[in-house]
C-alpha cells in the first residue's frame, strides 16, 4: 500500500495574520508572498505532492472563499494532485477549470482552534478510515520528504510522531519545547515554556494513528479545552502513556509567525544566496513563474540581493529580496527590505529594513542581525 492509500494530509490554514501588521492586511495569512517565489502555503501543499500524496484536505475558516479560489487556480489545475475543500468540494469539482458561481452555506460552528478544525470536518478527516493522519500548517517554510517521517511512524508503532528541531536554548521559549528520553520517546511537551529545560522544538508537523487521534478528539470535545493540538491532544496523550516517537528535521524550518520573523528570514535569504539553506531555486515558483530570478552578489545598481529578470532598476539595491514586477526609480535606495509583486519605488527614496507592499506603502520593521537565531525564525 502507498501513502495514497493509507494516508490523509491535513492542512490547518486558519490564520488571519493579525501579528503581521500592514504585510497581514487584507490578505490571507497563508497567501503572504514568500522568497520572491511563492506564498506561504505553498511550501505545505508542495511538499505534500513531493512525498507522493495525491490530496490535501484544507481546513480553513478565514475568508474561505478567497483561499480557495486561489489554490482552485493555482493547485487543482493538473492531475495527480489537488487540494480537497471538504463541504465545498464538490462545487469546484464540478466548475472544472473555472470558479464555482455559489457555494453550499456554512452550517457548522467556527473552529476555536487546531484541534476543533479536525472535529468540525470530521466526515472528511476521517473519510475512508485513514490509517495515519499528516497534520500541516500553512505558515512554515522548508521543503521536506514527508515519506520517511511515514515510514518511520509506522516502523515503531506509535500512537504519534512529531518532528522536531534542535535550536539556541534562549529561543525555546518562543515554540513548543520537547523533550524525549533515552529510548527516543517523548518524555516532555510545553507550549512557549518560561523556564525552557529543553533546547528541541516541536516543527509543528506530525503523524497520527488516526484512530488514536480521534479516541482524544472525543474525549476532550465538550470539556474545558483550548481546542487546540499543541495545547490540549499531545499533552493528554503524553499524560495517558501513549507511545510518542521524535522525528528530526535536520533541514531548513521556519515558522513565519510575525511581520519580524518574516523579515530576518529575508534578510538571511539575501545575506546566504547560493549558500542558503533554501535556495529560491529550491522552493515553489507559483508567483510569476515565468520569470526567472537569481541572487547576484554584486551587478549594476545590485549587491547581495535576490531578484527577478523582469526587474527595471534606476537606483540601487542592497541585502535585499525583490519579487518580479518591481519596479525602481531613478536615485532610489533599497536597504534591507522585500519588495512585494508589482512593487513601484518612487524616484529619489531611501528605503531600509522595510517591507513594501503592492500599492506601495512601506511598512517599516525593527532591523536585527540576520543570522541571530540559526535556522529558525
Not at 489537488?82 to 473552529?111: I, K, M, N, Q, S
Amino acid at each position: 500500500m502507498t501513502e495514497r492509500d493509507t494516508v490523509r494530509a491535513v492542512l490547518l490554514a486558519g490564520g488571519e495574520g493579525r501579528r503581521m501588521g500592514p504585510l497581514g492586511t487584507g490578505r490571507l495569512k497563508p497567501l503572504v508572498p514568500y522568497g520572491g517565489a511563492c506564498r506561504l502555503i505553498d511550501f505545505s501543499l508542495a511538499n505534500a505532492r513531493a512525498s507522493g500524496l495525491g490530496e490535501v484536505l484544507l481546513l480553513s475558516q478565514y475568508e474561505e472563499r478567497q483561499l480557495m479560489d486561489d489554490l482552485h487556480r493555482v493547485w487543482n489545475t493538473g492531475s495527480g494532485f489537488r487540494v480537497h475543500f471538504g463541504p465545498y468540494d464538490r462545487a469546484y469539482r464540478t466548475a472544472g477549470d473555472a470558479l464555482p458561481r455559489d457555494l453550499p452555506e456554512r452550517t457548522w460552528p467556527a473552529e476555536r482552534g487546531t484541534a476543533d478544525a479536525l472535529i468540525r470536518k470530521a466526515e472528511y478527516v476521517f473519510d475512508g478510515d485513514p490509517e495515519q493522519l499528516l497534520v500541516l500548517h500553512a505558515d512554515h517554510v522548508y521543503r521536506f520528504d514527508h515519506r520517511p517521517l511515514i515510514a518511520a511512524h509506522r516502523a515503531s508503532g506509535a500512537a504519534l510522531t512529531l518532528t522536531y528541531q534542535r535550536i539556541e536554548r534562549r529561543w525555546v521559549h518562543l515554540f513548543g519545547m520537547v523533550r524525549f528520553d533515552r529510548a527516543g520517546r517523548l518524555a516532555e511537551f510545553v507550549e512557549k515554556p518560561a523556564e525552557p529545560t529543553s533546547d528541541l522544538v516541536f516543527a509543528a508537523f506530525c503523524v497520527f494513528d488516526t484512530a488514536v487521534l480521534r479516541r482524544y478528539l472525543e474525549k476532550l470535545d465538550g470539556t474545558d479545552w483550548q481546542h487546540d493540538i499543541s495545547r490540549d491532544v499531545i499533552p493528554a496523550m503524553l499524560a495517558a502513556g501513549e507511545h510518542i516517537r521524535g522525528y528530526e528535521v535536520s533541514g531548513h524550518w521556519e515558522d513565519i509567525g510575525t511581520v519580524e520573523r518574516y523579515h530576518r528570514a529575508h534578510l538571511r535569504l539575501a545575506a546566504d544566496g547560493p549558500r542558503s539553506r533554501l535556495p529560491v531555486e529550491n522552493m515553489p515558483w507559483t508567483v510569476r513563474p515565468d520569470v526567472a530570478r537569481a541572487w547576484f552578489a554584486h551587478a549594476p545598481g545590485i549587491t547581495s540581493s535576490l531578484v527577478p529578470a523582469d526587474l527595471v532598476n534606476d537606483g540601487l539595491v542592497e541585502d535585499s529580496v525583490l519579487f518580479p514586477g518591481v519596479r525602481i526609480g531613478a536615485g532610489a535606495r533599497v536597504r534591507r527590505s522585500v519588495l512585494l509583486p508589482g512593487t513601484t519605488v518612487p524616484p529619489g527614496s531611501d528605503i531600509d529594513s522595510a517591507v513594501v507592499l503592492e500599492n506601495g506603502r512601506v511598512q517599516q520593521v525593527p532591523h536585527t542581525p540576520p543570522a541571530t537565531e540559526g535556522t529558525r525564525a
